[in-house]
T-cell receptor
């Protein structure tokens, strides 16, 4: 069945470092791809999404490009801040139901 | 604030008991989804309702059931609770288009003692 695999954490970076969190997917058809972020004690918030191949989602300095040839949707940010410390989830969805999430990657940014 | 509300925020109960979790979707959203987040299983889709009808089922146990009411709020009923049911339960809502984003509520933390 459809699934998402993302890099295991935790990831610890210094402030202003470059961030990459890898995400690959397995799915039939053409899923939409998402990155959600979960701050401590809160629910998931949509960070960005892409609905078709070669689309780039971006928000708050984060970017991810839907690569069908490599079945990937890696999350990147050029300069992380302490406030970016959270758990990041990659997810896919077809027909907007049964959304499949990766295991989550915990990011800690140190000042 | 996503616009999705969930009550209660925390729930502590004993094994064998039954609880009801409540979710109110964003204004105008017809779809409601329930998810369970636990340390060992991660974030798992349980069930989706669309405008009062069950639309999709995921890894939902037979001891669990849900419904969506005419005013579109939804309830997740968990019965014969076991220690392993302790988890965060999230509700999400979305519009009717296949590309609509799911917006998540703050969750209900269930602790079964």
């Amino acid at each position: 069945g459809d699934s998402v695999t993302q890099m295991e954490g935790p990831v610890t970076l210094s402030e202003e470092a470059f961030l990459t969190i890898n995400c690959t997917y397995t799915a039939t058809g053409y899923p939409s791809l998402f990155w959600y972020v979960q701050y401590p004690g809160e629910g998931l918030q949509l960070l960005l999404k892409a609905t078709k191949a070669d689309d780039k989602g971006s928000n708050k300095g984060f970017e991810a490009t839907y690569r069908k040839e490599t079945t990937s949707f890696h999350l990147e940010k050029g300069s992380v801040q302490v406030s970016d410390s959270a758990v990041y989830f990659c997810a896919l969805s077809k027909r907007n139901n049964d959304m499949r999430f990766g295991a989550g990657t915990r990011l800690t940014v140190k000042p | 604030d996503s616009g999705v509300t969930q009550t209660p925020k925390h729930l502590i109960t004993a094994t064998g008991q039954r609880v009801t979790l409540r979710c109110s979707p964003r204004s105008g959203d017809l779809s409601v989804y329930w998810y369970q987040q636990s340390l060992d299983q991660g974030l798992q889709f349980l069930i989706q309702y669309y405008n009062g009808e069950e639309r999709a089922k995921g890894n939902i146990l037979e001891r669990f059931s849900a419904q969506q009411f005419p005013d579109l709020h939804s309830e997740l009923n968990l019965s014969s609770l076991e220690l392993g049911d302790s988890a965060l339960y999230f509700c999400a809502s979305s519009g009717s288009r296949s590309t609509d984003t799911q917006y998540f509520g703050p969750g209900t933390r269930l602790t079964v003692l």
